[in-house]
């Protein structure tokens, strides 16, 4: 069993940064692809960037590309997503998720969201 608690979220000005983390409990974490989803009021859950689990590559939404930056620490456990520049439509519940290969190319374990609010 995987649990993962994400921090970090808050109440933001456009253009604010933000880093958000995400605790992962094990000891297999390195072993993990990670990824990041935000869902917005009304809206479905998207992706929002992942990091592999072997040589850290990077992925990213559009929309992500150039302002988010995802990263991982495998000594702490715990992989960070920094929003930089953000916008209003950048307003949305994120969470975490681990792919723990039981499945390949699944995300089977998610944290439970941390709220993210950027006024304009």
């Known amino acids: 069993q995987v649990q993962l608690v994400e921090s970090g979220g808050g109440l933001v000005q456009a253009g604010g940064s933000l880093r958000l983390s995400c605790a992962a409990s094990?000891?297999?974490?390195?072993?993990?692809?990670m990824g990041w989803f935000r869902q917005a009021p009304g809206k479905e859950r998207e992706f929002v960037a992942a990091i592999s689990r072997n040589f850290g590559i990077t992925s990213y939404a559009d929309s992500a590309k150039g302002r988010f930056t995802i990263s991982r620490d495998n000594a702490k456990n715990t992989v960070y997503l920094q929003m930089n520049s953000l916008k209003p439509e950048d307003t949305a519940v994120y969470y975490c998720a681990a792919d723990t290969g039981k499945v390949p190319g699944k995300y089977d374990y998610w944290g439970q969201g941390t709220q993210v609010t950027v006024s304009a």
């Open positions: 094990g000891r297999t974490f390195s072993r993990f692809g």
